[in-house]
């Protein structure tokens, strides 16, 4: 059993800044790339950020500068740190990782249920 679970999600103004925070639980032998979708009303899933195991991290043009993706491998969670937000960057946000449960199976991709994220005024 493996599991991911956004939270920091609601509701922020025009310009604000709000942090995301994904974290993985269950049987866990080793985490590779972790990353951030988002999906609007309407529209396809959308890749937003991703960061690799050793912390490469690559953005989607409409969210760098103002996106930062990081990891903290010891709590195996990752975060989505947005700043300057826009309407436009309204929409559920899922988390995304490749996970290795065991050593001796191959690593399975792992969806969050979403968390919402509102910027209006």
């Known amino acids: 059993q493996v599991q991911l679970v956004e939270s920091g999600g609601g509701l922020v103004q025009p310009g604000g800044s709000l942090r995301l925070s994904c974290a993985a639980s269950?049987?866990?032998?080793?985490?590779?790339?972790m990353g951030w979708y988002r999906q609007a009303p309407g529209k396809e899933r959308e890749w937003v950020a991703q960061?690799?195991?050793?912390?490469?991290?690559n953005y989607v043009d409409s969210v760098k500068g103002r996106f930062t993706i990081s990891r903290d491998n010891a709590k195996n969670t990752v975060y989505l740190q947005m700043n300057s937000l826009k309407p436009e960057d309204t929409a559920v946000y899922y988390c995304?990782?490749?996970?290795?449960?065991?050593?001796?199976?191959?690593?399975?991709?792992?969806w969050g249920q979403g968390t919402l994220v509102t910027v209006s005024s």
């Open positions: 995304n990782a490749d996970i290795r449960p065991f050593s001796y199976v191959g690593y399975r991709e792992v």
């Open positions: 269950g049987t866990i032998f080793n985490i590779n790339v």
């Open positions: 960061i690799t195991a050793g912390g490469s991290t």
